[in-house]
């Protein structure tokens, strides 16, 4: 028995989703014409390019959302769903795609669906072009795990006209992915790519309640300028400058501009409304948690929200007593705007006395 115990968002993510929308996540087709569109362009979601600064409308879609597999999609340009099964395959082995199937596809013409992808492709492909299907285990297995060819091997792939550069590609590979792990993360990304498409608010509060983390909410709460403003900062830094919480936060605000692209906005934190942990939907906006104010951890979070349901907060002086909230943590809501309108501390009124 084998196990691997992986961190994945991917389920929480699709579970927060139907817990939203009332969805079936096992009843979305695998093929709507209209999320398929988005491995190719920007348009079913209404924004360009220019708007996001991306050529697919893939952002924050697993799988498919990072720099690198937007690039893939640009050249390979899939449009369907074994296709996809492919660009999964290629961006998880290593060197199975740069210097390899990249420049087979640009250089050579090998369309994508000929290309190693995964490993199930290369015993599936010998045994199609003749050779025993035992060996062509073998020989799948030496591939995969990065030992490459066998001289015995290399002849029987030539005895049974191998192309000379599949057994290139086979000879530079390290590492390959297997279909079965391609197609299960491939599904996964189709079911929340249909809510980005369909229900993209839905999509927007899961993605932002699950997912997105170190990035300041003030800078998004500002508006479409100062967070495009920010974009703009992080990109133009050298990356060897860069923090690893500068590389997460910026994913969160990319995605942030292409929802406010969209039409939708978000709020400043909300004393009466926002939850101790997930987005709240109000309209077309979205509610931030108390969580996402940086030094405001889990438990002062819950313990807000606990004490509002008590009753409403009298003041920034009741609020920061009965909610246990720091001195830091109420400047940065004053500064977001969250505190405005309540008095520093309470009036006891001659009536509140009696």
């Known amino acids: 028995?084998?196990?691997?115990?992986?961190?994945?968002?991917?389920?929480?993510?699709?579970?927060?989703?139907?817990?939203?929308?009332?969805?079936?996540?096992?009843?979305?087709?695998?093929?709507?014409?209209?999320?398929?569109?988005?491995?190719?362009?920007?348009?079913?979601?209404?924004?360009?390019?220019?708007?996001?600064?991306?050529?697919?409308?893939?952002?924050?879609?697993?799988?498919?959302?990072?720099?690198?597999?937007?690039?893939?999609?640009?050249?390979?340009?899939?449009?369907?769903?074994?296709?996809?099964?492919?660009?999964?395959?290629?961006?998880?082995?290593?060197?199975?795609?740069?210097?390899?199937?990249?420049?087979?596809?640009?250089?050579?013409?090998?369309?994508?669906?000929?290309?190693?992808?995964?490993?199930?492709?290369?015993?599936?492909?010998?045994?199609?072009?003749?050779?025993?299907?035992?060996?062509?285990?073998?020989?799948?297995?030496?591939?995969?795990k990065g030992k490459g060819l066998t001289e015995d091997f290399e002849k029987e792939m030539i005895d049974n006209n191998v192309p000379e550069w599949y057994i290139d590609s086979c000879k530079k590979i390290k590492y390959m992915f297997p279909k079965a792990h391609a197609c299960a993360y491939v599904l996964m990304a189709l079911r929340i790519a249909w809510f980005k498409v369909h229900q993209p608010l839905t999509y927007y509060c899961a993605y932002y309640s699950v997912r997105a983390s170190d990035f300041d909410i003030i800078t998004v709460v500002k508006g479409a300028e100062t967070l495009k403003a920010k974009i703009k900062e992080i990109k133009t830094t050298d990356k060897n400058e860069l923090s690893n919480k500068d590389k997460d936060a910026l994913v969160s605000y990319e995605i942030a501009n292409e929802m406010m692209e969209r039409g939708f906005t978000f709020s400043k934190v909300d004393l009466e409304k926002s939850a101790s942990h997930d987005y709240i939907i109000e309209g077309e906006t979205l509610i931030p948690p108390f969580s996402i104010v940086p030094g405001l951890g889990d438990n002062v979070a819950n313990k807000i929200v606990q004490a509002r349901e008590e009753k409403a907060f009298l003041s920034i002086e009741d609020f920061s007593k009965r909610g246990s909230v720091s001195s830091t943590v109420v400047e940065y809501l004053r500064e977001m705007g969250t505190l405005k309108g309540l008095p520093e501390k309470a009036q006891l009124s001659f009536f509140d006395e009696l």
């Open 1 to 144: 028995l084998k196990l691997d115990i992986l961190g994945h968002d991917d389920p929480t993510v699709i579970r927060m989703l139907q817990d939203l929308s009332g969805i079936e996540p096992k009843d979305i087709p695998p093929d709507d014409p209209e999320v398929m569109k988005i491995f190719g362009g920007t348009e079913v979601l209404g924004v360009t390019p220019e708007q996001i600064d991306s050529n697919t409308g893939t952002l924050g879609i697993p799988e498919f959302g990072t720099k690198f597999v937007r690039g893939m999609l640009e050249q390979t340009k899939p449009t369907t769903f074994t296709e996809l099964l492919q660009i999964s395959g290629l961006s998880h082995g290593t060197d199975v795609y740069l210097g390899n199937a990249e420049e087979l596809i640009r250089l050579h013409g090998i369309p994508l669906s000929e290309v190693i992808g995964c490993r199930d492709d290369i015993m599936v492909y010998l045994i199609h072009a003749g050779l025993e299907e035992g060996l062509s285990f073998k020989i799948m297995e030496s591939v995969r």
